[in-house]
């Protein structure tokens, strides 16, 4: 409406762009391939890419906002690591006449808005990921009582909150499955085995892992194996991303499932930028679609994966 007209920022049809991609850290294959997929669609859609890496650092992340709006970018792509400290430099970016799209994860929408703030999330739905984890697990899970740890992703993040609400929602009222205990293993691998280490000290008697993505999920099932356990046999994991590792575990037998959680934003980065740029109304959420990987149909993605 009228109202968006004058408070979100217009962007020029031109050949090229100075784009900013203001990555929130790289120690995973998903980030890592969200990364490659801007840089592999940088020249086709005209864009001089400048990328950061804020190293796991919401802090960081907003200083590599700023000094992109200091540098005139003309738009911003943003992964906010945590829904609420990115909010200022998102308004900044805003007031600076820049554009911003947010993309695989969003904020706080009490505190910003779409259509207002920025134009647009560009992402999954991670509530709807949580509960098709959780559906697929009351469907197959073959023991008597299931008794979860879930491995929950960076504190504060928007795939970590909606990820947790999605499963939750989807298990209340079911006398069957029981979480033991929750905690964050920061969607890092090597945080996901420490942290199972832990929980399974606390918790013997566990027999299922909800973790919030891959890499947990890997780190979970070292941490089993270490101590003796047998994924696939005795604890049973669920998981989303649908990255390499992960489809080579369900293959394995030491893997469920895994929800995809697709990183490849390059095209759809450019194909949303290109509509606002020619005059189009962004729809507040553009929404990826995910498939779901199962021993069923692991092998035939794995040459695709990432
Ligand atoms: O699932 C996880 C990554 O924000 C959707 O972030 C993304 C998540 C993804 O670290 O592996």
New binding site residues.
């Given amino acids: 409406g009228v109202a968006q007209a004058q408070t979100l920022p217009p962007l020029e049809q031109k050949d090229s762009y100075t784009v900013g991609f203001a990555q929130s850290?790289s120690n995973?294959p998903?980030?890592i391939a969200e990364t490659k997929s801007f840089q592999d669609t940088a020249a086709q859609c005209g864009w001089n890419l400048i990328v950061t890496d804020a190293g796991g650092s919401a802090a960081k992340q907003v200083s590599d906002v700023d000094s992109m709006i200091a540098q005139g970018i003309d738009v911003l792509f943003l992964?906010p690591r945590e829904e609420d400290p990115l909010i200022p430099a998102v308004k900044r970016a805003a007031a600076a006449g820049i554009p911003v799209f947010l993309v695989?994860?969003s904020v706080n929408p009490d505190v910003a808005k779409a259509g207002t703030d920025y134009v647009a999330f560009l992402?999954?739905d991670?509530v709807d990921q949580g509960k098709r984890a959780a559906e697929y697990m009351i469907e197959h899970f073959e023991g008597d009582a299931g008794k979860i740890i879930e491995l929950e992703?960076?504190t504060g993040?928007?795939?970590a909150n909606d990820r947790k609400t999605g499963f939750d929602e989807a298990i209340a009222g079911n006398d069957k499955f029981e979480i033991l205990e929750s905690r964050s293993g920061d969607?890092s691998r090597d945080e996901g085995r420490r942290v199972m280490e832990t929980l399974l000290q606390a918790h013997p008697d566990v027999n299922i892992v909800y973790a919030?993505?891959?890499?947990m999920a890997i780190g979970a099932i070292q941490a089993l194996e270490a101590a003796g356990r047998k994924p696939g046999e005795d604890v049973w994991i669920y998981s989303?991303?649908g990255t390499r590792d992960a489809l080579q575990a369900i293959i394995d037998g030491k893997l469920e499932v895994t929800v995809e959680?697709s990183?490849f934003f390059g095209p759809l980065s450019c194909d949303t930028m290109k509509r606002y740029a020619a005059g189009e109304t962004i729809e507040p959420w553009v929404k990826v679609e995910d498939r779901i990987f199962t021993p069923e149909n692991a092998q035939e993605n794995l040459a695709g994966a990432y």
Wanted: hydrophobic share 15%.
């Fill in positions: 850290e995973n998903w980030r992964p695989d994860r992402g999954s991670f992703g960076t993040s928007s795939p969607f919030h993505n891959d890499e989303i991303d959680s990183p």
